[in-house]
Nanobody, 121 residues
Framework: QVQLVESGGGLVQPGGSLRLSCAAS????????MAWYRQAPGKQRELVAF???????NYADSMKGRFTISRDNAKNTVYLQMNSLKPEDTADYFC???????????????WGQGIQVTVSS
């Protein structure tokens, strides 16, 4: 099966930057769409950014201009570059991937375990 492994989170001061990575491991599949979500304490999980297999991107309004999503198809990896971070960006960030299985033709979605981002002085 597919495993999504996230990295790059941690503690950063307001105005700082972080780069999150999510790498998909396994074999026999190809990745279609990839996305980042986040969930702050006491709040609903929300979409941060989305990227299609062809590289088309969409962002939530509060992230647009500060965050950039990208992907490296050769590495089955999606990135989230976060700049000008604010305390309200503090949340657990989750990677999501839509996967096609080559032998069966089935489609499945997978989630990463989540990684913490804390923006604080």
């Amino acid at each position: 099966q597919v495993q999504l492994v996230e990295s790059g989170g941690g503690l950063v001061q307001p105005g700082g930057s972080l780069r999150l990575s999510c790498a998909a491991s396994g074999s026999g599949f190809s990745i279609n769409t990839m996305a980042w979500y986040r969930q702050a304490p006491g709040k609903q999980r929300e979409l941060v950014a989305f990227i299609s297999s062809g590289g088309t991107t969409n962002y939530a309004d509060s992230m647009k201009g500060r965050f950039t999503i990208s992907r490296d198809n050769a590495k089955n990896t999606v990135y989230l570059q976060m700049n000008s971070l604010k305390p309200e960006d503090t949340a657990d960030y989750f990677c999501n991937a839509g996967v096609f299985w080559r032998t069966s033709g089935y489609y499945s979605e997978y989630w990463g375990q989540g990684i913490q981002v804390t923006v604080s002085s």
